[in-house]
């Protein structure tokens, strides 16, 4: 009788560790699963044949890796069979690996990092791993150069500000207050910006929830309104650049599976490891008196109509600050096919008067894992006149 407790103690013992056991193997499954997805996710991003630059190939079976199992091709010009970029030469998933940088960028150690890695896959790495993947992927990094001074003049828990909006759908508004105080401070060119920082401060604690909750007007669903209400482009010029935000979606955009994650896990990534993305999923609203004070006061053409206690709401997806300007920016999966101008020029107008700043500071911009497609919203509603011609 004495015994009895002893034993159903071990009994419970036991039964803990056949939970955990396979607690592990259904973090297990779940892991190999998403690595899965990500390898039948990868032929998106194959454009044309590693050793011959052809586009004319097809599946052909998948290797099994130690951590994954990826999809090989076949080129039938050059005949070699080849397997994704994203995977070649790697042990460890692309996913996991992105992961990995992206707790250490949120100032954990890196051996806190390897620890919640190897808790979030089941999947075992140490710390020099991650060491060894910050230097692989320092392209893609450059965050990196303020990581060390941010660590040392921010506690922890200052560096991000962090909100779930509940806006009809949840919107995940994110925004780095350290690096904002870095780039408006390291640049003279970016000084008259600071009104922006003092906007995003106030987010969370004086956002009109109600408001984006009862909009029936999206800026997002800008195009499908009558044409009534577009803007006069004649002025406007589209430049396609080169931009960091392309090769960002390249790199990041080939470990997502779900169509649905591709704005969170983008935004994410560019938030934490860039170094001019400051917020994301930002709310702005665009009401009758904004829209009488450009009309009016300013005397710019936005052919918009607003009731009285009417507004247009939005999320900005990125905001960046580089080079004296606040970038607005959108993904847009096949950038080349769409023109989002109205949306972005509403977000922009929206953003101007609750900062205060001027439309000159601001630039706009839309892209994918392709191409970057950039113009000034301030020469969408502010035309210059043409002088007339003196008589003789």
């Given at each position: 009788?004495?015994?009895?407790?002893?034993?159903?103690?071990?009994?419970?013992?036991?039964?803990?560790?056949?939970?955990?056991?396979?607690?592990?193997?259904?973090?297990?499954?779940?892991?190999?699963?998403?690595?899965?997805?990500?390898?039948?996710?990868?032929?998106?991003?194959?454009?044309?044949?590693?050793?011959?630059?052809g586009?004319?190939f097809?599946?052909?079976?998948?290797?099994?890796?130690k951590?994954?199992?990826?999809?090989?091709?076949?080129?039938?010009?050059?005949?070699?069979?080849?397997?994704?970029?994203?995977t070649?030469?790697?042990?460890?998933?692309?996913?996991?690996?992105?992961?990995?940088?992206?707790?250490?960028?949120?100032?954990?150690?890196?051996?806190?990092?390897?620890?919640?890695i190897?808790?979030?896959?089941g999947?075992?790495?140490?710390?020099?791993?991650?060491?060894?993947?910050?230097?692989?992927?320092?392209?893609?990094?450059?965050?990196?150069r303020?990581?060390?001074f941010?660590?040392?003049?921010?506690?922890?828990?200052?560096?991000?500000?962090?909100?779930?909006?509940?806006?009809?759908?949840?919107?995940?508004?994110k925004?780095?207050?350290?690096?904002?105080?870095?780039?408006?401070?390291?640049?003279?060119?970016?000084?008259?910006?600071?009104?922006?920082?003092?906007?995003l401060?106030?987010?969370?604690?004086?956002?009109?929830?109600?408001?984006?909750?009862?909009?029936?007007?999206?800026?997002?669903?800008?195009?499908?309104?009558?044409t009534?209400?577009?803007?006069?482009?004649?002025?406007?010029?589209?430049?396609?650049?080169?931009?960091?935000?392309?090769?960002n979606?390249?790199?990041?955009?080939?470990?997502?599976?779900?169509?649905?994650?591709?704005?969170?896990?983008l935004?994410?990534?560019?938030?934490?490891?860039d170094?001019?993305?400051?917020?994301?999923?930002?709310?702005?609203?665009?009401?009758?008196?904004?829209?009488?004070?450009?009309?009016?006061?300013?005397?710019?053409d936005?052919?918009?109509?607003?009731?009285?206690?009417?507004?247009i709401?939005?999320?900005?997806?990125?905001?960046?600050?580089?080079?004296?300007?606040?970038?607005?920016?959108?993904?847009?999966?096949?950038?080349?096919?769409?023109?989002?101008?109205?949306?972005?020029?509403?977000?922009?107008l929206?953003?101007?008067?609750?900062t205060?700043?001027?439309?000159?500071?601001?630039?706009?911009?839309?892209?994918?894992?392709e191409?970057?497609?950039?113009?000034?919203?301030?020469?969408?509603?502010?035309?210059?006149?043409?002088?007339?011609?003196?008589?003789?």
């Open positions: 009788m004495g015994d009895a407790p002893h034993h159903k103690i071990l009994v419970r013992v036991k039964n803990i560790q056949i939970l955990a056991k396979q607690f592990s193997k259904v973090k297990f499954f779940h892991s190999q699963m998403l690595f899965d997805q990500q390898a039948a996710n990868s032929e998106k991003s194959l454009a044309k044949c590693p050793f011959c630059a586009k004319n097809v599946k052909c079976g998948r290797r099994k890796k951590h994954e199992i990826v999809q090989m091709y076949f080129c039938k010009h050059c005949q070699k069979k080849f397997t994704s970029s994203i070649k030469n790697k042990t460890f998933p692309l996913r996991l690996i992105l992961d990995s940088i992206t707790f250490y960028n949120r100032f954990n150690s890196l051996e806190e990092s390897a620890q919640k190897s808790e979030k896959y999947i075992k790495i140490s710390f020099q791993n991650i060491s060894n993947w910050l230097k692989d992927f320092a392209e893609y990094l450059p965050f990196m303020m990581r060390e941010i660590a040392k003049n921010y506690a922890k828990r200052d560096i991000f500000v962090e909100s779930k909006m509940l806006h009809g759908q949840i919107y995940d508004f925004y780095h207050r350290a690096k904002t105080d870095l780039i408006l401070g390291e640049d003279f060119k970016n000084y008259k910006l600071k009104p922006l920082r003092q906007f401060e106030l987010i969370v604690a004086e956002c009109p929830h109600q408001v984006f909750k009862n909009s029936s007007r999206r800026a997002s669903e800008a195009h499908s309104r009558d009534s209400e577009d803007f006069n482009l004649d002025q406007v010029k589209i430049t396609r650049r080169e931009n960091m935000a392309v090769k979606t390249n790199f990041v955009l080939q470990t997502v599976a779900n169509n649905k994650l591709r704005h969170q896990i935004q994410e990534f560019m938030l934490v490891n170094s001019v993305t400051v917020a994301t999923e930002v709310p702005v609203l665009f009401d009758r008196d904004d829209l009488l004070h450009y009309k009016n006061s300013l005397n710019f936005v052919p918009l109509d607003l009731r009285d206690g009417e507004a709401t939005g999320h900005i997806d990125f905001i960046q600050i580089r080079n004296g300007a606040i970038h607005i920016l959108d993904y847009k999966p096949s950038a080349k096919k769409t023109k989002p101008i109205k949306q972005l020029t509403i977000y922009a929206a953003l101007a008067r609750l205060s700043l001027r439309l000159f500071n601001f630039k706009c911009a839309w892209f994918d894992e191409d970057y497609f950039e113009f000034f919203p301030l020469h969408v509603v502010y035309k210059k006149k043409r002088k007339k011609k003196l008589r003789n």
